[in-house]
T-cell receptor
């Protein structure tokens, strides 16, 4: 079952709100990723977790805070976002190096 | 030179046509390559993986030319449902020993199959 799930599907939040995005996979993958995608652009990597440890932060502002509670779950905590943070946020997972990444359906975030 | 380059298109083709996309990459050490397909407002979905000279799956054929550092995707007998953006993706190994890679995406090629 090559499925990555994400909740919520859509999220509208004000600039003072705190919200969280959730991602789950049950494929036994040991690496999980957060991407941000703006319209008509390819996905941009934000964070990588490997074996539940944060291994890569692509210079993402601190208003985005990732968390990996266990090997199947990945969260992205949002606080004090800006309207330009509005985008599709994609979670992905992969088995090992050079393996394909499988993407979840994404959360479409709008910041007012 | 960009790390992964694709012609953005759009490619407008009639149903039943054969269409080919090319992608060039800059890292000569790259060992594997992927084509993803992304429908409007949806997530990228893996279409094909290429680890050696090429791969074929039904109407889709991917070919790799390491000497020239390009990968191609050929779609035969195009269907309306093939309309999407096709992303050429080259993994970059992360040098810390973990089991991950960073995907370097091309900008994508938009295909519109016309009835």
């Amino acid at each position: 079952d090559t499925e990555v799930t994400q909740t919520p599907k859509h999220l509208v939040m004000g600039m003072t709100n705190k919200k969280s995005l959730k991602c789950e996979q049950h494929m036994g993958h040991r690496a999980m990723y957060w991407y941000k995608q703006k319209a008509k652009k390819p996905p941009e990597l934000m964070f990588v977790y490997s074996y539940e440890k944060l291994s890569i932060n692509e210079s993402v502002p601190s208003r985005f805070s990732p968390e990996c509670p266990n090997s199947s779950l990945l969260n992205l905590h949002l606080h004090a976002l800006q309207p330009e943070d509005s985008a599709l946020y994609l979670c992905a997972s992969s088995g090992t190096s050079y393996n394909e990444q499988f993407f979840g359906p994404g959360t479409r975030l709008t910041v007012l | 030179r960009k790390e992964v380059e694709q012609d953005p298109g759009p490619f407008n083709v009639p149903e039943g046509a054969t269409v080919a996309f090319n992608c060039t990459y800059s890292n000569s050490a790259s060992q594997s390559f992927f084509w993803y397909r992304q429908d409007c407002r949806k997530e990228p979905k893996l279409l094909m993986s290429v680890y050696s000279s090429g791969n074929e799956d039904g109407r889709f054929t991917a070919q790799l030319n390491r000497a020239s550092q390009y990968i191609s995707l050929l779609i035969r007998d195009s269907k309306l449902s093939d309309s999407a953006t096709y992303l050429c993706v080259v993994p970059e190994r992360m040098n810390y020993g973990g089991a991950t890679n960073k995907l370097i995406f091309g900008t994508g090629t938009l295909l519109a199959v016309q009835p």
